[in-house]
């Protein structure tokens, strides 16, 4: 954690000051600094986010439940798993920029563990979790409105980034895309693949993940937003009025 990233900017930006600070500072500390300290012990924060995932569990299913009202039991379940699964977590947590406020043990660090999904993921649980013991229910539960339910229309495009990103390219005439797979970064008990979205040769998105499939779902999110501007632009240029239209 540096100067610039600290327990109490963490506090302003989600708008909750803590009772007791030491829960905040454990749901921080992966246990890759927690096992470095040799003196002064800290807790990790795996207990906090075991807890925080049930708290996280229930709230978005409370949520669905009141919100699609016609939505079969199915339909709720799979909804409900891609909103908090790993990469959605992880793309929360970016918005929070939660890696940079991490107690990180020295290989991780090194490693980029700031900006590994599967940290920065665990670490969001492990601040519902934390909020919850020491704000209880109600705190937990505004926090996961605020940062992890809300803005759906655009996390739920993340959700299905694949699927839309398909049904894009197959109203492109002639169109060829693949995922390629561009390496491998961390430590083989946590490795991330690293996926280039290519389109017709280019390169129109880049995703990480630790499996090949989560990496895809984060390259073809970025491609929508390419694509997306590209048509923006397009379309403007198309409103322009041509030189025979004017006056």
Known sequence: MSIKYTLEGLEKR???????KNLLRQA??????????????????????FLGDAVLELVSSEFLFSE???????????????????PALAYCARDLELGQYMLLGKGEETTG???RDSITSDAMEAVIGALYVDGGFQAAHDFIHRFVLSDLENKILFYDSKTVLQEMIQTMPEAVFVYALTGEEGPDHDK???????????????GKGRTKKAAEQQ??????LALRKK??????????PSDENKD
């Not at 079969?72 to 790993?86: A, F, I």
């Not at 390259?219 to 929508?224: K, L, S, T």
């Open 14 to 20: 989600i708008g909750y000051v803590f009772r007791n």
């Open 28 to 49: 921080l500390t992966h246990s890759s600094f927690a096992n470095e300290q040799k003196i002064n012990k800290l807790e990790d924060y795996e207990r906090l986010e």
């Open 68 to 86: 699609n009202p016609q939505m079969p039991e199915g339909k709720l379940t799979k909804l409900r798993s891609s909103m908090v699964c790993e």
């Open 113 to 115: 563990g700031r900006g």
């Open 192 to 206: 991330e693949f690293l996926v280039d979205a290519v389109l017709n040769n280019e390169v129109i998105g880049k």
């Open 219 to 224: 390259a073809a999110y970025e491609a929508i």
């Open 231 to 240: 048509m923006e632009v397009k379309c403007s240029v198309d409103a322009l």
